[in-house]
């Protein structure tokens, strides 16, 4: 199936950072001043885009369902780290990864497009979403200027 063939069959819609989505859970149960305790979305990254780089206040999980493999990037004071998901194990891809709460993070396919699910707790809200800048990035991580120029639209 096609990339385009899935955003139509899932009713993925354009997300502000890049690629498609569709929310598919949110709980019922309210926490912290009446947040979701979790959501969860189908998320799909055609060949050539990228999620630029955004936090979340909540920590986030990624799992990968179908099609190319997919490099979530995670930007910290620490440094830049990356983890391929995907299905290919002997290579180093993992099936999901973990982006703790307010950790800056990007994501780019390594195919045709790859297709994942997204699952925030407590669950995500848009007012909770920060999209970075690429003059905030650089400066706050001037030696990831590659990196920041790269998966930034603006």
Not at 3 to 25: D, K, N, V, Y
Not at 109 to 114: K, V
Not at 119 to 146: C, I, M, N
């Amino acid at each position: 199936m096609s990339a385009a063939e899935l955003i139509a069959r899932l009713q993925l819609e354009p997300h502000p950072e890049g690629g498609h989505f569709r929310e598919t859970f949110r709980s019922a149960q309210r926490i912290d001043g009446g947040l979701s305790a979790s959501t969860a979305i189908w998320y799909l990254l055609e060949g050539g885009d990228f999620s630029s780089w955004h936090r979340v206040s909540s920590d986030e999980v990624w799992h990968h369902y179908d099609g190319a493999p997919l490099v979530l990037w995670m930007l910290t004071e620490e440094g830049l780290e990356r983890t391929v998901l995907g299905r290919d194990w002997d290579a180093g891809e993992r099936p999901q990864a973990v982006v703790p709460a307010g950790v800056w993070q990007a994501a780019e396919p390594l195919g045709a497009f790859a297709l994942c699910g997204c699952t925030v707790a407590p669950g995500f809200e848009f007012a909770d979403f920060e999209l970075g800048t690429r003059a905030q990035l650089l400066k706050q991580f001037p030696s990831q200027d590659e990196a920041i120029r790269r998966l930034t639209r603006a």
